[in-house]
């Protein structure tokens, strides 16, 4: 279904969006990160929140990594401070980086099994599939953010993949 380079590949456009998107998001006031726009997570602020703690969910599921301890309904309020909540971002997206960079191809033809909260019940399913959710997802919701931060004048520059990834090879950041 899917190889590690292409694994790789979203794990590097995930990254330089979230630092694009963060960029944006510390040029806002605190409040008005925080401001109730009826967001499927409410505000900026618990989007990017909700986000980072999926990623931590996924990445536990994926490798030795710590399962955050709140639960999904608990998510959008991981971090109350933003500029933590930004350190953890850049730290999860480094986690992303070497997870990505040491997988092995069998280990993506393999089925996950795990327990999901939101469903209430264990499941099986091809971890290529569950990878492709996981940027997947993380696309959704930073597609959420974006919508927001628009709407206070911010820029993220283009998200269309081929262009950020043109713009990372220009940069050497990516191979």
Same mark, same amino acid.
């Given at each position: 279904?899917?190889?590690? $380079?292409?694994?790789?590949?979203?794990?590097?456009?995930? $990254?330089?969006? =979230?630092?694009?998107?963060? $960029?944006?998001?510390?040029?806002?006031?605190?409040?008005?990160? #925080?401001?109730?726009?009826?967001?499927?997570?409410? !505000?900026?602020?618990?989007?990017? =929140?909700?986000?980072?703690?999926?990623? +931590?969910?996924?990445?536990? +599921?994926?490798?030795?990594?710590?399962?955050?301890?709140?639960?999904?309904?608990?998510?959008?309020?991981?971090?109350?401070?933003?500029?933590?909540?930004?350190?953890?971002? %850049?730290?999860?997206?480094?986690?992303?980086?070497?997870?990505?960079?040491?997988?092995?191809?069998?280990?993506?033809?393999?089925?996950?099994?795990?327990?999901?909260?939101?469903?209430? !019940?264990?499941?099986? #399913?091809? +971890?290529?599939? %569950?990878? %492709?959710?996981?940027? =997947?997802?993380?696309?959704?919701?930073?597609?959420?953010?974006?919508?927001?931060?628009?709407?206070?004048?911010?820029?993220?520059?283009?998200?269309?993949?081929?262009? %950020?990834? +043109?713009?990372?090879?220009?940069?050497?950041? !990516?191979?």
């Amino acid at each position: 279904m899917i190889t590690p $380079a292409y694994v790789r590949m979203m794990a590097a456009y995930n $990254a330089e969006m =979230n630092r694009r998107t963060y $960029a944006c998001a510390a040029a806002l006031s605190d409040a008005q990160r #925080r401001a109730d726009h009826r967001a499927f997570w409410g !505000s900026l602020h618990g989007t990017l =929140n909700h986000v980072l703690w999926a990623d +931590r969910i996924w990445l536990s +599921r994926f490798c030795d990594y710590q399962k955050p301890t709140q639960g999904i309904r608990e998510s959008a309020a991981l971090y109350d401070d933003f500029d933590a909540l930004r350190a953890a971002r %850049v730290e999860t997206d480094a986690t992303i980086a070497a997870w990505a960079d040491g997988l092995d191809p069998a280990w993506l033809e393999q089925d996950l099994v795990w327990f999901s909260g939101g469903a209430r !019940s264990e499941l099986r #399913r091809p +971890r290529g599939m %569950v990878v %492709v959710h996981f940027f =997947n997802h993380q696309t959704h919701h930073r597609g959420q953010a974006h919508a927001l931060l628009s709407g206070y004048g911010k820029d993220t520059g283009d998200t269309d993949l081929p262009i %950020v990834l +043109r713009d990372l090879e220009r940069a050497g950041l !990516s191979g």
